[in-house]
């Protein structure tokens, strides 16, 4: 008869561990501070826990399992602001995550899926296909990594983990309940407490689980990945738009501003030539005015299955000035790890 396997730690809310450490007759006073040498202080076996009996350490060493992925491959950015992290899952599929500084501050873009099956033209993830979701212990994971990253560093270049964007490889609403499970865990106060005002879920559209997060209340910033304003343009652009078409997504986003009363960060990716035009800009404007809504613009990052180029400067501003007739408030995005394919749409989970 083959033993139990052990369950995965980083699985697991607070909660869910307190109610196992008891039912392992075990005080859930230890359950509280195995939580927080895991999270508070970035201990990754029971062994390194001292303060622990020793019969609780052998037995939660023989029944969670407190692995990490380890990094396949790493790349550092010309600037010395942006890493990428190629992480090798224990099923060998492989995610990519990102670490962006910014003047006292540090934001982590997590990947929620290994591929990604929305299949957006111009972005590499879209490009490579589904393979699987991720579960909630691994999205958290990605995080205990970048706070090990910045343990390593020094000084100014440390900067403090304060924003969490699941924009990376993956649909964050296709893997609604593992993403939810993820965000509960990093929010914990008893452990890595990242405010809901600091993370973002970005969406291509799943209208049922914008829908979810209104009827949730969840009290997480929403970007949604407009593109085009038209129909016919935005499902050529993202697939998904044939299933969930334009007019039922802003019917889903105005029921989430309004049961919310929470604004939401429209995405458009900037192609020259293509969406990029002052008509396109005036069409966005026609579509979102008087509602709680910014856009972000984003530059085309370039991949190697798109043949598009990214919008200059100027035409990026010409493109603000439209939304600001409309009363549409807009920024350009900073563009950061281009060189080493660590931009929006740029990550793909190469074989090292």
């Known amino acids: 008869m083959s033993a139990t396997p052990a369950l995965p730690f980083h699985d697991l809310s607070r909660e869910q561990l307190r109610q196992l450490v008891v039912r392992w007759d075990f005080s859930p006073v230890h359950a509280a501070r195995l939580w927080w040498y895991v999270y508070g202080e970035g201990v990754t076996a029971p062994a390194a826990m001292p303060e622990l009996p020793a019969r609780f350490r052998a037995a939660v060493a023989h029944r969670l399992d407190f692995a990490r992925p380890p990094v396949a491959h790493e790349a550092h950015s010309t600037d010395g602001f942006t890493r990428k992290y190629l992480l090798a899952l224990a099923d060998r599929r492989r995610i990519e995550t990102v670490l962006m500084r910014y003047t006292g501050r540090v934001t982590a873009c997590l990947s929620s899926q290994a591929g990604c099956a929305m299949g957006c033209v111009f972005c590499a993830t879209g490009q490579m296909g589904f393979a699987r979701h991720l579960r909630a212990g691994e999205i958290v994971t990605q995080v205990l990594h970048v706070q090990d990253e910045l343990r390593r560093l020094d000084g100014a270049a440390r900067g403090r983990l304060r924003n969490l964007v699941l924009m990376g490889m993956g649909e964050p609403l296709h893997n609604y309940d593992a993403v939810m499970h993820a965000i509960d865990i990093l929010r914990d106060p008893a452990g890595l407490a990242i405010g809901a005002g600091h993370i973002t879920v970005s969406t291509v559209g799943i209208?049922?689980?914008?829908?979810?997060?209104?009827?949730?209340?969840?009290?997480?910033?929403?970007?949604?990945?407009?593109?085009?304003?038209?129909?016919?343009?935005?499902?050529?652009?993202?697939?998904?738009?044939?299933?969930?078409?334009?007019?039922?997504?802003?019917?889903?986003?105005?029921?989430?501003?309004?049961?919310?009363?929470?604004?939401?960060?429209?995405?458009?990716?900037?192609?020259?030539?293509?969406?990029?035009?002052?008509?396109?800009?005036?069409?966005?404007?026609?579509?979102?005015?008087?509602?709680?809504?910014?856009?972000?613009?984003?530059?085309?990052?370039?991949?190697?299955?798109?043949?598009?180029?990214?919008?200059g400067r100027d035409a990026a501003r010409r493109f603000q000035h439209v939304l600001a007739e409309y009363g549409l408030p807009s920024t350009v995005r900073q563009r950061r790890g281009i060189d080493i394919a660590a931009g929006c749409g740029q990550l793909a989970a190469p074989a090292i």
């Open 207 to 311: 209208v049922p689980g914008i829908i979810r997060l209104a009827d949730e209340a969840r009290p997480i910033h929403l970007a949604v990945s407009l593109h085009a304003a038209e129909q016919d343009e935005r499902a050529a652009l993202v697939p998904a738009a044939r299933k969930w078409p334009l007019p039922e997504l802003m019917a889903a986003c105005d029921y989430y501003s309004r049961k919310l009363q929470r604004r939401i960060f429209y995405e458009w990716t900037l192609i020259e030539g293509r969406n990029d035009t002052p008509a396109a800009a005036h069409a966005v404007g026609r579509l979102l005015q008087g509602k709680p809504a910014q856009v972000n613009l984003i530059p085309l990052n370039p991949t190697a299955g798109y043949g598009g180029a990214p919008t």
